[in-house]
């Protein structure tokens, strides 16, 4: 089974950036869409932006134009660039295998925590 394992999180002020990765433990980003999602306190968790295996993009709408979402298939990892981030942005975010529509469809790994703060 392909492992997905993110990282890059951190504490960052409102209006920096972060770049998070999601790995693969082998090269399988030609075959799947692969989604970002993200949890906040108090709320579900929600997906936030996917890449298809063709490289089609999709965002939801709070984070268009501030996320973008770019796979390297020499290595096996997806990212999300953000940038302009708010205290809304806070949340532990996760990468996952994902239907065209976006429903996740593999375990969820650990994730890694965004913090958004002065």
């Known amino acids: 089974q392909v492992q997905l394992v993110e990282s890059g999180g951190g504490l960052v002020q409102p209006g920096g950036s972060l770049r998070l990765s999601c790995s693969a433990s082998?090269?399988?980003?030609?075959?799947?869409?692969i989604a970002w999602y993200r949890q906040a306190p108090g709320h579900e968790r929600e997906m936030i932006a996917r890449i298809s295996s063709g490289s089609t993009e999709f965002y939801i709408d709070s984070v268009k134009g501030r996320f973008t979402i770019t796979k390297d298939r020499s290595k096996a990892t997806v990212y999300l660039q953000m940038n302009n981030l708010n205290p809304d942005d806070t949340a532990i975010y996760y990468c996952?295998?994902?239907?065209?529509?976006?429903?996740?469809?593999?375990?969820w790994g650990q994730g890694t925590q965004v913090t958004v703060s002065s």
């Open positions: 996952n295998f994902a239907s065209g529509l976006g429903a996740p469809i593999g375990p």
């Open positions: 082998r090269s399988i980003l030609s075959e799947y869409t």
